[in-house]
């Protein structure tokens, strides 16, 4: 199989049930038919992900998603705003929509997105259904930005639409809605004041009935240690360095500050650090904004690996 294939390819594959890589304004996804329960499989078990863990469709526009999830009042307001974008949202399943079980892991609720990268949105058009897409990495892994990322991570077993560098760098952000509550399930570029504007009330924490079984407390991880907020590097360390820095850092996600210019580049830079061996260490983020999301997928990248 070639590794690399081109968007009509790419909505052959779905139609045939097959796997495939493609661009989104976030990371790359791994693709498969929404519908076809072996498709669906095959997603698990290409990323070696644990089947309680639900995936996020992705649909065309709010009228598609209507067809799988309920959407009301704030619901509909927040995709009005947001949408197409990086914004994922939860909301309850809709009584006999036509996705595979394994889609929600048997969970009453559906995670609904609507993808702004033009290269996603031109197969989703074409293949004229949703499509089901975790990040295109092995389960607990650094989330793919670039089409390499992904031909390394599947050794060349899943064929990749390249759309270049994914713009945002970071997983969307995802709300759940539930009677009316709004909760922050993952930190991303649409920030909780973003979110706060268009509700006219603050986001409230993950609760018992709503969370995001994916947000492990280890995740995005490097094989490399990880320490974060280091002002200086230690003995062995590569620093991974934010804004101005007084010792030289082996990268910086951002020398000007920039949160977003830091978001583009945080995977793919702790992917070129881990790919040789020796601990690293990350200079402080500020915690606002972008940032929030920035410090959550480090967190989850120093957290300790189960083993
Ligand atoms: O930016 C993104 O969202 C990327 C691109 C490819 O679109 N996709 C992505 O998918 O990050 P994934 O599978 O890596 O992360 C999806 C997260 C998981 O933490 C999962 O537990 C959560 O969404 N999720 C999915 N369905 C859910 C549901 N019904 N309720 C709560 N959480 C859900
Ligand atoms: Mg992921």
């Known amino acids: 199989m070639s590794a690399l294939c081109s968007p009509d390819d790419a909505v052959a594959y779905l139609k045939a049930g097959k796997l495939v890589a493609l661009p989104t304004e976030t990371v790359y996804g791994l693709a498969a038919d929404a519908a076809d329960g072996g498709a669906v499989a095959a997603i698990y078990e290409t990323k070696g992900r644990p089947r309680f863990n639900p995936l996020i469709l992705h649909v065309l526009d709010v009228h598609q998603a209507q067809q799988y999830g309920q959407i009301e009042g704030l619901a509909q307001a927040l995709m ?44 989703l058009a074409a293949f004229g259904h949703p499509f089901v897409a975790p990040s295109a990495n092995r389960s607990g892994r ?23 560098p994914c713009p945002l760098g970071v997983e969307s952000t995802i709300v759940g809605l539930l009677e009316d509550k709004v909760s922050l399930l993952r930190p991303g570029s649409v920030t909780p004041e973003d979110i706060k504007g268009v509700i ?70 702790l992917r070129r650090l881990d790919e040789s061996p020796g601990p690293i260490a990350v200079a402080p983020i500020p915690d606002k904004g972008l940032g929030i999301a920035i410090n959550d997928r480090l967190r989850r990248a120093a957290a300790p690996k189960p083993s």
């Open 80 to 123: 009005d705003a947001f949408w197409p974008g990086p914004l994922t949202l939860v909301v309850p399943l809709r009584d006999n929509a036509p996705v595979a079980s394994l889609v929600t892991a048997g969970l009453e609720t559906i995670a609904l997105r609507s993808p702004a990268h033009p290269t996603a949105r031109q197969i």
């Open 142 to 164: 650094i989330s793919p930005t670039e089409a390499t990322h992904v031909l390394a991570e599947f050794r060349d077993q899943v064929p990749v639409v390249d759309g270049g």
């Open 200 to 269: 006219g009330k603050p986001l409230l924490p993950p609760t018992e009935k709503i969370q995001a079984p994916g947000m492990m407390t280890s995740h995005y991880a490097p094989s490399n240690p990880l320490r974060l907020n280091a002002a200086a590097p230690e003995a062995e360390e590569r620093l991974l360095g934010f804004g101005k820095m007084t010792s030289p850092p082996a990268l910086n996600l951002s020398e000007g500050a920039d949160l977003k210019e830091a978001a583009a580049n945080l995977f793919t830079y």
